[in-house]
T-cell receptor, first 114, second 112 residues
């Protein structure tokens, strides 16, 4: 399967713990995006990488959130000191040429903070 | 904040009927996209329409764009039970940002 892969698919964590999610984009795509989606809402943009450079960050990305894309391949999204409000689906997407073309989304990581 | 607003929020139809969903947005755009999301899954791209286009077709899908009204519509003809999903419009934002801004979606149920 050459689509966008996200791991894990589900994560349950206790409040205050740190969690890390991984996204493997389509190999030839240089653009990678993270979105967050809560129940009944559309996805909200978190951050964007072009190759290894993080070029855009939403104000939603508080200082407890950090994202990396070493070597411009896979990306990780870490949430430190999780809060119940962090419970959401975290979606990763990649594209070849930016918003003028389609973005390919992974299946998402569903985070539940208890 | 979310730019797009889909209407209706929920739509229930019988198989074979047409489904129309509308999207309104607030700021000038370069293009608008429609995505489908099955329950608890990732989003699948359906169609992209550029700001200088008024109508686009793809299979059973027809999308229109009215930039003067800042609105778009998605028509699914001859719907099937497999079309049951949530449908989202997404717009880019002029000014060099790479982010897509999604609406809250329309939840479509096609009854067999």
């Amino acid at each position: 399967d050459t689509g966008v892969s996200q791991n894990p698919r589900h994560k349950i964590t206790k409040r205050g713990q740190n969690v890390t999610f991984r996204c493997d984009p389509i190999s030839e795509h240089n653009r990678l995006y993270w979105y967050r989606q809560t129940l009944g809402q559309g996805p909200e943009f978190l951050t964007y990488f072009q190759n290894e450079a993080q070029l855009e960050k939403s104000r939603l990305l508080s200082d407890r959130f950090s994202a990396e894309r070493p070597k411009g391949s896979f990306s990780t999204l870490e949430i430190q000191r999780t809060e119940q409000g962090d419970s959401a689906m975290y979606l990763c997407a990649s594209s070849h040429r930016g918003t003028g073309t389609e973005a390919f989304f992974g299946q998402g990581t569903r985070l539940t903070v208890v | 904040s979310q730019q797009g607003e889909e209407d209706p929020q929920a739509l229930s139809i019988q198989e074979g009927e047409n489904a129309t969903m509308n999207c309104s947005y607030k700021t000038s755009i370069n293009n608008l996209q429609w995505y489908r999301q099955n329950s608890g899954r990732g989003l699948v791209h359906l169609i992209l329409i550029r700001s200088n286009e008024r109508e686009k077709h793809s299979g059973r899908l027809r999308v229109t764009l009215d930039t003067s009204k800042k609105s778009s519509s998605l028509l699914i003809t001859a719907s099937r039970a497999a079309d049951t999903a949530s449908y989202f419009c997404a717009t880019d934002t002029q000014g060099g940002s790479e982010k897509l801004v999604f609406g809250k979606g329309t939840k479509l149920t096609v009854n067999p």
